[in-house]
């Protein structure tokens, strides 16, 4: 049986939610949602995000580099898949594009070069171009642009004639 949660007053919200947004980066989507999960009306939600956001708490521009900058580095994530995600949150398409920035281009040709070595390493297979497709499949799941993860896998198994 599911509790239904307690309804919270305005500042008890108030607290929690600072405390929330404190602690790491927050979408405004994430914010909004966890409010309503507070049990608070739209109006009393709309106040608190107007007061986060001139107090500095909230900033999406900053949410998109964080996120970028985390996924790629910890999970390896490419910006195809880092795009979709931070879409889904409802972030625009110019924190986008800042958030994309955190991303070095030397770091990203890197990262895509050695996650295709360390998976072709870990394969048993012997047909190249069965592993070559392999190897892109993973690459372009983890959210990398198929070109260029086409162009580094060739570049990682040759086919020998």
């Known amino acids: 049986m599911q509790k239904t949660p307690k309804k919270l007053s305005v500042t008890e919200a108030r607290q929690k939610i600072y405390n929330y947004c404190a602690y790491q980066e927050r979408s405004h989507q994430e914010v909004k949602n966890k409010l309503f999960d507070y ?5 009393e939600v ?31 994530w490419g910006r195809v898949k880092i795009v979709h995600e931070l ?18 281009a030397g770091d990203y040709e890197a990262t895509l070069l050695s996650l295709i070595e360390k998976k072709a390493a870990a394969m048993d297979e012997e047909n190249p171009f069965v592993k070559r497709d392999k190897l892109a499949q993973y690459v372009i799941q983890k959210g990398f642009e198929p070109e260029q993860a086409w162009r580094a896998v060739k570049e990682v198994v040759p086919v020998k004639s």
């Open 39 to 43: 049990g608070l009306y739209a109006s």
């Open 87 to 104: 879409e889904a949150r409802g972030l625009t398409k110019n924190c986008i594009r800042i958030g994309l920035k955190e991303i070095d």
């Open 46 to 76: 709309d106040e608190l995000l107007s007061h986060l956001i001139t107090e500095g708490y909230l900033n999406e521009e900053r949410f998109a580099k964080a996120f970028a900058g985390g996924k790629f580095r910890m999970k390896h």
